[in-house]
């Protein structure tokens, strides 16, 4: 028994060099990002991933899906992510919850809403008022693209309570397949599912969220406080590499974008991903830099606050740096 574990300890110490090797051969920082959902809609961030961006400022991102700006913050708030790329409101209602340990956001990467609304009817000649007295597949109450939906609704004179019944008890991720499978007049969705559905032959999309709602900070990358002060090296690297994919999906066209990004996106045909990236770069989907500017948190606490999910906001230099930002443009 004892040579048999000398033997193992032998094995072990020879192995460490070796280890080692591989460590300063690749030299890089290894970190955890947990993104909200997996999507054409963060195109820049998948540019900087299969263009080596990260390799290139020193970083192994290892990338995991939440599926939901709730599962994310936890996962970033629990230690299991560095990072997480989400909605900036999940951020704001930890501020207000007292948090010591607050999550900062310190780059943002859209600038509209990236999901449509799919109707059942794939004949229709689609007006806003014809969602009355339809049903509607929506989100969680606090969310995204729940709020962004009522903010509309509310734009357009809706009573919502009243007008409409919105669904939001089903699953983010799962919402179109409720749809297909018969639930509601309309459903709201993120693509690629709204191609999908539009190619099964079960909908239609008949309006972007995006263009009706005008210029929301949708998405963000935060992580907490405490790790951006003992890690503003890794942050700055990272948001480095977001801006050069950033910068890269504003001076290309959907069809380059497209052959970069094909390799995040196996399940998909390739003329179908060109459509839908195209959808996005048309209406201007992402930002020119990765700066959050103040004027587009007070957009985005409007929008909560309508929704009665806030009852104070806090303030913009609180969960809001843009130093990081700032130098990558530079």
Request: one cysteine or more; glycine letters at 8%.
């Amino acid at each position: 028994m004892k040579r048999r574990l000398l033997a193992v300890l032998m094995v072990a110490i020879l192995l460490i060099p070796m280890l080692s090797g591989c460590k300063k051969e690749t030299g890089l920082t290894k970190i955890t990002l947990n993104e909200v959902a997996h999507s054409v809609f963060y195109a820049p961030q998948y540019v900087a991933l299969e263009l080596g961006y990260f390799k290139d400022e020193g970083l192994d991102v290892e990338l995991v899906t939440g599926f939901g700006a709730d599962k994310t913050m936890t996962a970033v708030l629990s230690g299991d992510a560095d990072i997480g790329f989400m909605g900036s409101e999940a951020s704001i209602y930890v501020y207000n919850e007292g948090a010591e340990d607050y999550v900062v956001n310190f780059a943002q990467l859209t600038q509209r809403a990236g999901n449509f609304l799919v109707s059942r009817d794939t004949n229709e000649d689609f007006k806003w008022e014809n969602l009355k007295g339809k049903t509607v597949i929506g989100g969680r109450a606090g969310g995204m693209p729940q709020m962004v939906l009522e903010y509309i609704l509310k734009k357009k004179n809706f009573d919502i309570k009243k007008d409409l019944t919105i669904i939001q008890n089903i699953d983010f991720g799962v919402t179109g397949e409720a749809f297909t499978s018969g639930t509601g007049d309309y459903t709201v969705e993120f693509e690629p599912t709204a191609t999908a559905i539009e190619k099964s032959g079960k909908g239609k999309v008949v309006a972007s969220l995006g263009i009706e709602s005008g210029m929301v900070p949708y998405t963000s990358y935060a992580a907490k406080k405490s790790y951006i002060e003992k890690n503003g090296d890794i942050i700055q690297k990272f948001t480095n590499a977001i801006q050069k994919g950033i910068e890269y999906v504003n001076k290309h066209t959907p069809e380059e974008i497209t052959k970069v990004i094909a390799p995040q996106f196996p399940e998909m045909d390739q003329k179908d991903l060109v459509i839908i990236v195209t959808r996005y770069y048309d209406q201007q989907t992402w930002k020119e830099n990765a700066v959050f500017e103040e004027e587009s948190l007070t957009l985005l606490l409007n929008i909560i606050e309508e929704a009665g999910e806030i009852s104070k906001r806090p303030p913009y230099e609180e969960i809001i740096t843009t130093k990081f930002a700032k130098e990558a443009v530079k």
